[in-house]
């Protein structure tokens, strides 16, 4: 059974950093797209960025230059880095995880939520100005 485990979330002023983390079990895939996703309240769940298994990432115009997402093979874990965060990255954070076929949604579009069938509970961020 697949489970993700967001972590690394808290609250912090326009300018600081935080370091989210997720920790994936239960897949054995070799080919998948991993993604970071947040949703504000009243808002569509938006991706910020995105890491296929062949090392490719993708990044939301928005964070492009300040978050980086990266993923440490031998602790199955997700990490996105966040660095001068704006009160606008308030939102829940979610990592995401699918088994990656080429031509597939994940693989084409790897931020559409749609493409993704495995979601860990979220960490919230919060950004004061």
């Known amino acids: 059974q697949v489970r993700l485990v967001e972590s690394g979330g808290g609250s912090v002023q326009a300018g600081g950093s935080l370091r989210l983390s997720c920790a994936a079990s239960g897949y054995t895939w070799k080919n998948y797209c991993m993604a970071w996703f947040r949703q504000a309240p009243g808002k569509k769940r938006e991706g910020v960025a995105a890491l296929r298994s062949d090392g490719t990432t993708t990044y939301v115009d928005s964070v492009k230059g300040r978050f980086t997402i990266s993923k440490d093979n031998a602790k199955s874990s997700l990490y996105l880095q966040m660095n001068s965060l704006k009160p606008e990255d308030t939102a829940m954070y979610y990592c995401?995880?699918?088994?990656?076929?080429?031509?597939?949604?994940?693989?084409?579009?790897?931020?559409?939520?749609?493409?993704?069938?495995?979601w860990g509970q979220g960490t919230q961020v919060s950004v004061s100005s």
């Open positions: 995401a995880i699918q088994f990656r076929i080429p031509g597939s949604r994940c693989d084409v579009v790897p931020l559409d939520p749609t493409g993704y069938n495995y």
